[in-house]
C-alpha cells in the first residue's frame, strides 16, 4: 500500500491545468493503484485527483460507497482523461477537500453528470451519475482544471467555513 503525501493549497501544483494521460501502461496502472491507496489511506476521503499527488496528468479515483449513510453510486471509480459530456440541475452543498484541510465551502453544482473515461484497464467508460456522487466527480475534474472548492464560492465572506475540529474523549484540542 503506498499512500502519498497529499499537496495543501497554496501549492501551484494545484493551480495548473492537469495534462492528459493518453495510452495506458503500467506506469498509469501504478497512479491508479497510488490514487485509491492514498485516497482509503485518508481518513474520511471519497476521491482524490493525481495533481493533489504531486502528479500532473488528468487522473482521479473516487468512491463514495465509504459514507455512512448510503448515496446511489458507482462503487471505486478510477478514469484517466475524464471528459463531463452533461450537465444539469444545481443545488449549492458544503465540501471538504483533502488539499485545503482546515475549510469547508458551500458550492453550485450540477445534481447530474455524464463522465466519460479511460479505466486503468485501457476501457472507456462512460457513467451516468447524480447527487453526491455527481458532485465528487465535478470536485475531481475541478482539480485537473487547476480549480479548488475556494474557486468555486460565490461568496469568500459567507461561503467558507473553518473546519470543525472534536476533541477525542478525554483529550484537549491543542
Given at each position: 500500500?503506498?499512500?502519498?503525501?497529499?499537496?495543501?493549497?497554496?501549492?501551484?501544483?494545484?493551480?495548473?491545468?492537469?495534462?492528459?494521460?493518453?495510452?495506458?501502461?503500467?506506469?498509469?496502472?501504478?497512479?491508479?493503484?497510488?490514487?485509491?491507496?492514498?485516497?482509503?489511506?485518508?481518513?474520511?476521503?471519497?476521491?482524490?485527483?493525481?495533481?493533489?499527488?504531486?502528479?500532473?496528468?488528468?487522473?482521479?479515483?473516487?468512491?463514495?460507497?465509504?459514507?455512512?449513510?448510503?448515496?446511489?453510486?458507482?462503487?471505486?471509480?478510477?478514469?484517466?482523461?475524464?471528459?463531463?459530456?452533461?450537465?444539469?440541475?444545481?443545488?449549492?452543498?458544503?465540501?471538504?477537500?483533502?488539499?485545503?484541510?482546515?475549510?469547508?465551502?458551500?458550492?453550485?453544482?450540477?445534481?447530474?453528470?455524464?463522465?466519460?473515461?479511460?479505466?486503468?484497464?485501457?476501457?472507456?467508460?462512460?457513467?451516468?451519475?447524480?447527487?453526491?456522487?455527481?458532485?465528487?466527480?465535478?470536485?475531481?475534474?475541478?482539480?485537473l482544471d487547476?480549480?479548488?472548492?475556494?474557486d468555486r464560492?460565490?461568496?469568500?465572506?459567507?461561503?467558507?467555513?473553518?473546519?470543525?475540529?472534536?476533541?477525542?474523549?478525554?483529550?484537549?484540542?491543542?
Amino acid at each position: 500500500m503506498t499512500v502519498r503525501a497529499v499537496i495543501s493549497y497554496p501549492s501551484r501544483i494545484l493551480k495548473t491545468t492537469a495534462e492528459p494521460v493518453g495510452e495506458i501502461g503500467p506506469a498509469e496502472r501504478q497512479l491508479a493503484v497510488d490514487l485509491v491507496d492514498t485516497m482509503r489511506g485518508s481518513p474520511g476521503c471519497v476521491g482524490v485527483a493525481a495533481p493533489q499527488i504531486a502528479v500532473p496528468v488528468r487522473a482521479f479515483a473516487l468512491d463514495i460507497s465509504v459514507m455512512r449513510r448510503p448515496h446511489p453510486n458507482h462503487g471505486l471509480i478510477v478514469l484517466f482523461d475524464p471528459e463531463l459530456l452533461h450537465a444539469e440541475g444545481s443545488d449549492v452543498r458544503r465540501e471538504g477537500c483533502l488539499s485545503v484541510p482546515h475549510y469547508t465551502c458551500d458550492v453550485r453544482r450540477a445534481t447530474g453528470v455524464v463522465v466519460r473515461g479511460t479505466t486503468p484497464d485501457g476501457d472507456v467508460r462512460a457513467l451516468e451519475t447524480e447527487g453526491f456522487e455527481a458532485r465528487a466527480v465535478q470536485h475531481e475534474v475541478d482539480h485537473l482544471d487547476g480549480l479548488l472548492i475556494l474557486d468555486r464560492v460565490a461568496s469568500p465572506r459567507t461561503d467558507v467555513f473553518r473546519r470543525k475540529r472534536y476533541a477525542r474523549p478525554g483529550k484537549r484540542l491543542t
